[in-house]
């Protein structure tokens, strides 16, 4: 029984030690409402997000569109810090824009389309 929870206290210390290194990245310049939800993003847990967003009454839509932690917006912030579990629950996404050419039509070819009979 000893041995169980003297493996347990330690299993936890190294997970604390671990959450506590991610945590130490980022620093609060004050204590305003969109200090708080920049800080519980920054910390990469969901649930602190939730209850940070719950506490101002502010929805994850809302959040993604007013919400700028170091004057970028709240969902680019997390992907620039590769803070991917709050990124997930804010639900970014990687814009990319796409461009179709097509090579093997010319200019002034004919088109030919018949219709089934």
């Known amino acids: ?30 204590n305003s409402k969109e200090t708080r939800i920049c800080m519980a993003t920054a ?15 502010m ?14 917006p709240l969902a680019v912030f997390a992907r620039v810090y590769e803070l991917n579990k709050t990124g997930h629950y804010l639900k970014y996404e990687n814009v990319s824009s796409t461009y179709i050419k097509d090579i093997t039509m010319t200019a002034g070819d004919s088109v030919v389309i018949a219709g089934s009979r």
């Open 59 to 72: 929805s994850r839509k809302s959040a993604n569109q007013y919400i700028r932690c170091n004057d970028t």
């Open 1 to 30: 029984m000893k041995k169980s929870l003297l493996v347990v206290a330690a299993c936890s210390f190294l997970v604390s030690l671990n959450a506590q290194a991610a945590a130490d990245r980022f620093i609060a310049a004050n």
């Open 43 to 57: 910390s990469n847990r969901p649930i602190a997000l939730i209850v940070a967003l719950k506490e101002q009454s």
